[in-house]
């Protein structure tokens, strides 16, 4: 122990090799030095020590006084001003400081021992702290004293006795000894020992003194002091550092301090701290960054904003992308949430004092997460160039998986801080979100547990959601609604109520897109958090004000929600049910169609709110509240009025029906029993009397046509039967439509009209399943029973009718067509083996009724159809006709061709036509209804009319009537084995049945799954509304059950599928590989071919579903998966894996390329498996697509009549389908060569009608196609390549140049082809991709070409070479284009000059940068056309500038004429160009 003093007072863990011997050298010379003045060894000197240990502590209860003392310290001291306390009280001063110090040096030099007088100062200061508590006191700032006389000389704050003797030079080196002597014997003192922290207090005086004498030595010392010291001093000393050092001293400092962030972990936090406060130099900065960056993930929590302002500090702006990537990769914020889900899990576990003390751990986790972002905020708002850096680093994130909650956060944070960059982080989620880079579980991840945080934000946070319900983009308007969803959900009630306007506010606007997504939003928030949103329902009530601006669908979902808010548990909630009643009953009282029908959709849905709560009540008790009857009473009264409004108007009955056949169907087996025998006891008398009679000979009555009892399925059945009584009724309403209207309307009775047949016999079947548990016997006999129809042979008939008669016929027709279609909805899940069989026969119905409509269609130009569907706005035009015959007649224009190139011309024609929009699958499906119509338009000779833009007036089939799917394609008249029918006769479900129902399967999996863009209604045009006719019980549903039945229907698409494939290759075998062989039927494979494409189609749509991305439907996309897995390895998918299951899965639909009949199919094939791949995307799966895509175009594609397949519907599948195999190849710049360099110059080489032999799909018709895809891909490609840097080695380098080399002989191939198809489509591609080529090269590959032109001089000269050649080319378009007055092509002139030039001058200055401008003159080239030829007329033009180009001299013979050399930049020059050598 003595020992152990006398060589420094360090405690013995301390005196390891990590001791500093020359500070313990001079402590130990120091104490020996006053042992030997006072006489006393060392040893002796030991005991006092303690004993004065204890002393001190006995002294801290005593009372406090004025020290009182006559040695040398005290009396000076005391002269000068300053009175010594002891105790509690803090020393006195009664001067200035600076009088003080001034007064205190002049005793001292005026002393007459001076200077030994200094000496024993210091040994009375030495003497004086030994006491604890005086030791406190000359530590702390003085007490000014206010006398009288000194009240204005003392300063309100002064500073300690310490500091101020620190601040007199002749004093100061004792003083700095002397506490640096004192400062280890609190090393191992607890703040609370004696209250202060003693050692924080010592460091503390040497900050921000005016003048250090010896500045190195004491900051030597200090360094000394931390290498001994326990960790809390080492903390002080270091974070006090940038306080004490001169200037001059901070960069070796920083540097020595830097060496300790490597030795020892736990010092990271203040060394940081202190750096980031010191002037370091670049070199030094860029390391200490890199190891705080490694320590990123490990470091603590509360340690993490200390780091990472540490690594945002002083960042230059090139630099800052690269830090700030590294930034993101390494901080995650997963790290922070799982110490906060562990201490919130582990309280549940605990007492209820160990949960609030978890709860606080739980809150000062999140603190420190939120000073974290305060930190970022900081560097966003101060430093130019953060927020820049950090959203191109978020940019050029390309993986999905890359993709954090932290990118999120920091988005919204930089939004809210910097206003300038809105519209770029605007474009950024834009660009991300469809991509699923950030997906709504990240959103909700981020809400869920950074709430805090992000509550900051909400201003940015509701400004975007707003932005993003305006965008076009589905995927975008989903993340917005989410936006809206999680901030009601995770914010305090001022956010909820901003949000409820918010959403309002997006109703109000009346676009259909906004308001729908609003609505569903509110419905969600109303199901999830009902308590909350009950308390704004007043907001949601306004929108009653704005209801003209709403559809049937809105007016459903608005009054769905007000019905829910009114009806709840809240009795207050009376004033809304009071406005509803007013306004319904204001509508049902309306003349106006509108009016009534959103009367009658509102008064309904309440209904349905009314029912289901009262069901709810009863439930819950026996006996039935006053309450309860008192809703029981107002349902009655609701529905009797609406019914009586209903009565004299057949659309509003009709549609009257149709909603109560809605209500019963959503409130499945939670409707009131009084409420359902209310509704049931009508509608099946009704319904018996109005449309059904018996079967007799005869019929009665003066009809248009002749009755004809048509479709009986139950002949067996001698007596007894039934007949839909449609003729008859139908005649009845066209003859005496206005007179029996008015009759009925003047007697009060009931209208009875054939609108209604179809919405009763729906309310009819779905009160039977309701009352009888899915049982359908008591109207089973529906299902066969026959109509009262007319003879429909229309062989030479129809152009011998009147129009009126025509349009009857129309009318009968469709009429009839809905009444099969909503028989196959209501008995296609019957089990019965001899009902399954009618429902196929109702099948084959429907598609012979469909050729016959189509039939008189074509012969009446201007008919409007009957309306089917009555919740949507009434069409009162009719719609477009495109009769295939009549079309085709003016297609040929008196040259005969074959039939069936003729028909397909037309038919793309037409397509065309009815398509504007360009939607994809609607152009399908019409070429399916094409198919179908044109078949039996070639039986029958009778042009046919698409059903297509009918699709207004057709009942729409339910989702459960695609169970019929199950029985299976039979092509040899034998029913699959699951239905047994052939005990009676034999029915199949044929190619013509299995088409229209994969036809109405794939507009619905569209509709729901794929919500086409959001474009907003042309200024006082009608906007989307027709594309949302026909589906209004689909969009009942939610898109997750119908994702549900999709799945559930695979296996039976699977068989169908393999059924195609093996019928294709049959066919191939049968003919030996040629598809248009003599044995193949036309007809037959026309239709088979468009059932394959449906098929595939509808797999497609599945499968890119966006609700496969979020967590909770994982499972159902590990079922669909399996589904396709099992068709390879039966039995063996049960446990694989996810990524097993995707590769399995993309190798059972690869194995169908073999037997594609069409390149339409071949798209769609190929679109699939990359919908399979992206789930993820693995190398060999990208491969494997790009194999199979050049396959498809390297394929000859031929029609069944032996005519190659063309059009623009060809067109443009080529065009999607080349951009897929330039996307996966993995070498862009080769294929793009491959295809110029060998498939071009043999399609050059062929005849007129020819094509390239290598890639068969090459004509002089798909050139243009050709050509743009490769030149957009080739420009995409090079923007790709980073641009040059100092840094970069030669070998990099040289890599980037040879990249460029390549990039540069495509392009120049590819602009010299330009000679050859000289089109204007060809023209203008190459004028608008070649400029952004050039520019690219400016941008990118210059940079690279000033710091390799003097390692890689030949091949930076080959380069510029080449691609000079190519800007002549350019040239010469730009003159062609100015010669022809082409302006579509001079649009394009102005920029493409402007980049020319600029390439010039850009060359000059590389040359000039390597010192080489002797390399550079510039010449006048002269103005050509195409093919190299001189315009002679252009001499005025020669002498304006900007025209001309330089040549490169002598290299080129054709143009040496042109050259005027000499000249380094001459003023009578035109659009220049560079020459080196």
């Not at 989620?429 to 869920?448: D, Y």
């Not at 039986?939 to 699709?951: D, E, F």
């Not at 239905?979 to 479900?989: F, N, Y």
């Amino acid at each position: 122990m003595v020992a152990g003093y006398v060589g420094g007072w360090c405690p013995p863990r301390l005196c390891g090799n990590g001791y500093n011997k020359d500070f313990v050298a001079m402590v130990s010379k120091r104490k020996l030095s006053k042992s030997d003045a006072h006489g006393n060894s060392p040893i002796a000197e030991l005991p006092q020590t303690k004993k004065t240990r204890i002393s001190c502590k006995e002294k801290t209860s005593a009372e406090d006084g004025v020290v009182e003392n006559d040695n040398v310290f005290v009396q000076l001291i005391k002269t000068a001003g300053i009175s010594l306390n002891a105790g509690e009280r803090q020393n006195d001063i009664a001067v200035d400081q600076a009088t003080f110090q001034k007064k205190l040096c002049q005793i001292l030099k005026k002393h007459p021992f001076y200077p030994r007088v200094v000496q024993e100062f210091v040994s009375g200061l030495e003497t004086h702290i030994k006491d604890r508590d005086q030791f406190r006191n000359c530590l702390l700032p003085c007490a000014p004293v206010r006398g009288e006389g000194t009240r204005n000389l003392v300063h309100s704050y002064c500073e300690s006795l310490i500091k101020l003797l620190l601040g007199i030079e002749t004093l100061q080196p004792a003083v700095i000894t002397l506490l640096l002597e004192k400062l280890p014997e609190f090393f191992f003192d607890t703040v609370g020992t004696f209250g202060t922290n003693f050692p924080r207090l010592i460091v503390n005086q040497f900050k921000w003194l005016d003048k250090i004498l010896d500045s190195k030595d004491l900051v030597m010392k200090l360094m000394q002091m931390v290498s001994v010291s326990p960790a809390t001093i080492q903390h002080d000393i270091i974070t006090s550092l940038p306080e004490i050092l001169e200037d001059s001293q901070q960069s070796e400092v920083a540097r020595e301090v830097s060496q300790l962030l490597k030795r020892d972990s736990r010092l990271t936090v203040p060394i940081l701290d202190a750096l980031s406060s010191l002037d370091l130099d670049a070199g030094l900065l860029a390391e200490v960054r890199q190891s705080a960056m490694i320590i990123v993930p490990a470091v603590k929590l509360e340690d993490l904003p200390v780091v990472i302002k540490f690594i945002l500090h002083n960042i230059k702006a090139v630099d800052a992308v690269e830090v700030i990537s590294a930034l993101r990769k390494n901080l995650d914020l997963s790290s922070c949430i799982l110490p906060l889900q562990m201490l919130s899990s582990q309280s549940k576990l605990k007492s209820q004092p160990q949960t609030s003390s978890s709860t606080s751990q739980v809150s000062s986790s999140q603190n420190c997460v939120k000073l974290l972002f305060d930190v970022i905020k900081l560097a966003v708002r101060f430093q130019k160039g953060i927020s820049e850096a950090w959203i191109k680093a978020i940019e050029n994130t390309v993986s999905v998986s890359d993709h954090k909650v932290l990118d999120l956060i920091v988005l919204l944070l930089i939004h809210t801080t910097n206003t300038k960059s809105r519209k770029q982080i605007e474009r950024v989620l834009r660009n991300k979100i469809p991509l699923g880079c950030v997906p709504e579980q990240l959103l909700q991840s981020a809400f869920r547990n950074h709430s805090l945080v992000i509550k900051d934000f909400f201003p940015s946070i509701l400004s975007l959601a707003q932005t993003f319900l305006h965008s076009a983009d589905p995927c975008v308007v989903s993340f917005g609604s989410c936006m809206y969803k999680q901030a009601f959900a995770a914010f305090d009630s001022y956010c909820q109520q901003e949000v409820v306007s918010a959403l309002v506010t997006h109703i109000c606007g009346g676009n259909d897109v906004e308001v729908d997504i609003s609505l569903d939003v509110i419905t969600d928030l109303m199901t999830l958090h009902t308590s909350s949103l009950i308390r704004y329902a007043t907001f949601v009530k306004n929108i009653l004000d704005y209801t003209e601006k709403l559809n049937p669908q809105q007016i459903r979902k608005f009054f769905y929600i007000l019905g829910e808010l009114a009806f709840s548990q809240r009795q207050e909630d009376s004033y809304i049910q009071d406005d509803m009643h007013m306004v319904i009953r204001k509508w049902l009282s309306s003349t106006v169609p509108k009016y009534k029908q959103m009367g009658i959709i509102g008064a309904i849905t309440v209904a349905g709110s009314m029912a289901a709560k009262r069901s709810k009540e009863d439930r819950c008790s026996l006996e039935r509240t006053q309450q309860s009857e008192e809703h029981c009473r107002q349902l009655s009264i609701l529905l009797d009025l609406v019914s009586y409004c209903c009565e004299q108007s057949p659309e509003a009955l009709a549609l009257y029906y149709d909603e109560l056949a809605n209500l019963i169907e959503k409130q499945k087996g939670n409707l009131d029993s009084q409420i359902l025998e209310r509704i049931g006891k009508s509608v099946v008398e009704d319904f018996s009397n109005d449309f059904v009679v018996d079967l007799t000979p005869a019929v009665d009555g003066v009809h248009l046509f002749p009755v004809k009892s048509l479709y009986n399925l139950d002949e067996d059945e001698s007596q007894g039967t039934i007949v839909i009584n449609l003729l008859p009724l139908l005649s009845q309403n066209w003859l005496g439509k206005d007179v029996d209207e008015m009759a009925t309307r003047n007697q009060g009775k009931k209208i009875v009209a054939p609108e209604c047949l179809s919405p009763s016999f729906r309310l009819l079947r779905l009160y039977t399943t309701e009352q009888h548990n899915g049982s359908m016997e008591e109207i089973d006999a529906l299902l066969g029973c026959p109509l009262h129809l007319t003879d429909l042979e229309m062989e030479g008939k129809l152009d011998s009718l009147a129009k009126q008669e025509r349009e009857f016929l129309c009318s009968l027709l469709f009429h009839a067509l809905n009444w099969f279609r909503e028989v196959v909805n209501a008995f296609c899940q019957q089990q019965d083996l001899e009902m399954k069989g009618k429902v196929l026969t109702r099948l084959q119905n429907i598609t012979e009724l469909q050729n016959m409509l189509g039939k008189c269609l074509a012969a009446s130009p201007g008919y409007v159809p009957p309306r089917a569907i009555f919740d949507c706005e009434a069409l009162e035009a009719a719609p477009t006709i495109n009769a295939v015959g009549l079309v085709k007649k003016k297609k040929t224009g008196g040259k005969k061709q074959k039939s069936e190139g003729s028909k397909d011309s037309s038919a793309d024609h037409s397509q065309m036509e009815e398509n504007p929009e360009g939607n994809q699958l609607e152009a399908e499906t019409t070429q399916l209804e094409k198919v179908l119509l044109d078949t039996t338009e070639k039986k029958s000779g009778i042009p046919l009319v698409q059903l297509q833009s009918y699709r207004a007036f057709f009942r729409e089939l339910d989702l459960e009537v695609f169970t019929i799917l199950h029985c299976g394609l039979l092509t040899k008249s034998i029913l699959d084995s699951e239905m047994h029918t052939e005990a009676r006769e034999i029915v199949q479900l044929g190619p013509a049945e299995l088409a229209f129902l994969l036809d109405d399967l794939c507009q619905k999996l569209e509709h729901i799954l794929i919500p086409p863009a959001a474009k907003r209604a042309p200024f006082l045009k009608q906007g989307k509304a027709c594309r949302k006719i026909g589906f209004s019980h689909l969009c009942q549903r939610s898109s997750q059950e119908v994702a549900q039945c999709a799945v559930e229907l695979l296996k039976p698409l699977c068989n169908h599928m393999e059924n195609m494939h093996n019928y294709f290759q049959a066919l191939i075998t049968e003919n030996q590989g040629v598809v248009d062989g003599p044995r193949v039927n036309i007809q037959e494979h026309q239709l088979m071919s468009s059932c394959y494409q449906q098929l595939l189609q509808a797999f497609r749509l599945l499968f890119a579903w966006s609700g496969f991305s979020q967590h909770e439907n994982s499972d159902l996309l590990r079922s669909a998966l399996k589904v396709l897995a099992d068709r390879l390895k039966p039995g063996e998918t049960e446990f694989l894996l996810f990524e097993d299951l995707i590769s399995e899965s993309f190798h059972y639909l690869l194995n169908f390329q073999h037997s594609i009949p069409n390149f339409q199919c071949a798209l769609t094939l190929t679109q699939l498996l990359i919908v399979i791949a992206e789930k993820p995307v693995a190398s060999w799966k990208k491969d494997k697509i790009a194999s199979l895509a050049k396959q498809f175009l390297c394929q000859s594609w031929m029609q069944p009549s032996g005519m190659r397949e063309k059009g623009s519907q060809f067109s443009d599948a080529l065009h999607t389908l080349l951009c897929v195999y330039m996307e996966h190849t993995d070498n862009i710049l080769k294929a793009v060569e491959d295809i110029s360099s060998v498939g071009v110059p043999e399609l050059i080489n062929s005849a007129n009608d020819g094509y390239s032999s290598t890639y068969p799909t090459l004509t002089r018709q798909t050139f243009p196609v050709f050509f743009q895809v490769m030149m957009a891909q080739l420009e995409n490609s090079v923007r790709s390549i980073s641009a040059g840097k100092p840094s970069d080695s030669s070998e990099v380098q040289l890599e980037k140049l040879l990249h460029w080399n390549m990039a540069v002989r495509d392009f120049h191939i590819l602009v010299n082809l330009v000679k050859v198809f000289d089109s204007r489509p060809v023209l203008s591609v190459c004028l608008k991709y070649g400029r952004l080529f050039v520019e690219a090269f400016l941008k990118l590959a210059m940079p690279l070409l000033d710091y390799s032109f003097k390692k890689h001089r030949e091949d930076v000269q080959s380069l510029l070479k080449t691609l000079q050649l190519s800007t002549r080319q350019l040239h010469h378009m730009c003159g062609h284009s100015k010669i022809h007055q082409d302006l579509g092509l001079t649009n394009h002139v102005p920029l493409l000059k402007k980049s020319l030039e600029q390439f010039v001058y850009r060359v000059k200055a590389m040359l000039a940068f390597n010192h080489c401008q002797e390399a550079f003159w510039v010449g006048i080239l002269k103005n050509r056309d195409l093919q190299g030829e001189e315009i002679l007329s252009q001499d005025s033009e020669e002498n304006d500038p900007g025209e001309g180009v330089s040549q490169l001299p002598r290299e080129d013979p054709a143009e040496e004429e042109g050259d005027i050399s000499g000249s380094e930049g001459g003023s009578e020059h035109n659009d220049d160009e560079d020459s080196s050598e």
